[in-house]
C-alpha cells in the first residue's frame, strides 16, 4: 500500500486546466509604497489578504511569521502589484459568505470554487485540484461513507466537506471553526474521523500511522483566489501572476515545496 503522503500528494497535482492569458503587471521585485491600481483602496500601499489560519500547509504560523503554499502565491501577487504584504487572519465564514471585501484585496485560503461562492465573488483561474477524503483511527471501524453514519466525523465549518457530509448522510457532524482544531481533535480521539480536502488533511496525518484515509471522493474540486465582484482590475492581476508562476515552473516548484514530491 502507498504511504499516505504519496497518496495525498499525487491527488493534488497543479489544476490541468489552463490558465487564462490575462494582461498583468511586470513581475518586478520591488516594493513600493504606492500602487497604480486603484483597485487598491483598503490599505493604502498594502495589498491586504484574508486568511483563515491556521490550515497546514496552505497557511499556518511559524512563529510570528504567516507561511505556507497560499502565503507564497500571495507574495507573488503582492510584488507583481508592488505592494506589500499584509495578512489578515479571517474566518472561513467571513471569506465564504463573501464579507471579506470589507477588509480585504483578496482572499486566498484553499477556497473551493464553487456556484454559490461564485454569486458573492469572482475567482481568478483555478491553480490547484483538491478533492475530498474521509480519514480516521485504524480502530475506529470505519472502512467507507456507510460506516461512518453513526459516528463522530469532525468537518470544518462553512466548507464543501461539511456540504459533502450532510448530503451523504451523516448523521452525526461535529463541526469545527477551523482546521487546526479538526485536526486536532481527531488526534486527540474527541471525533472518530474527519472529512476535508485530501491536502490539507493528508499533510496533518502523513506522518501518522494510527490513521488512515478510508475513503477518497473524486469531486472536481478547484482552488481559486477570491476577489470583490467589482474589481476586474485585481482580477486580472492575480490571474496574470498565476499565469506568470505556472510559465516558469514556479508552481511547480511551490507545490513541491509544500506538499513534497509528486
Known sequence: MRSPKNKFVAA?????????????????SSSSSESSDSS????????????????EPFEFKEGDKIVGF???IAA?????????LDVLDDSFDSIESGLFNTRCDIAISSISITDARKAKMNFSTPYMDDDLVLIARNDSGITDLETAKDKKVGVQQATTGEKYGKENGLENLVGFEDAGLQTQALLANQVDAV?????VLGYAVKDKPDYRAVANFK???Q????????????????NGTLKRLTDAGTMEEL????????
Not at 76 to 84: G, N, R, S, T, V
Open 12 to 28: 493534488i497535482a497543479l489544476s490541468s486546466v489552463a490558465l487564462l492569458a490575462m494582461t498583468a503587471c511586470g513581475s518586478d
Open 40 to 55: 487598491f483602496e483598503l490599505n493604502k500601499g498594502k495589498l491586504t489578504v484574508c486568511s483563515d489560519i491556521p490550515y
Open 70 to 72: 497560499d502565503m507564497d
Open 76 to 84: 507573488e501577487i503582492a510584488k507583481d502589484a508592488k505592494l506589500d
Open 195 to 199: 472529512l476535508g480536502n485530501q491536502s
Open 219 to 221: 469531486t472536481g474540486e
Open 223 to 238: 482552488l481559486g483566489v477570491a476577489v470583490p465582484k467589482d474589481k476586474a482590475e485585481t482580477l486580472d492581476l492575480v
Open 255 to 262: 507545490t513541491v515545496k509544500w506538499f513534497g514530491e509528486k
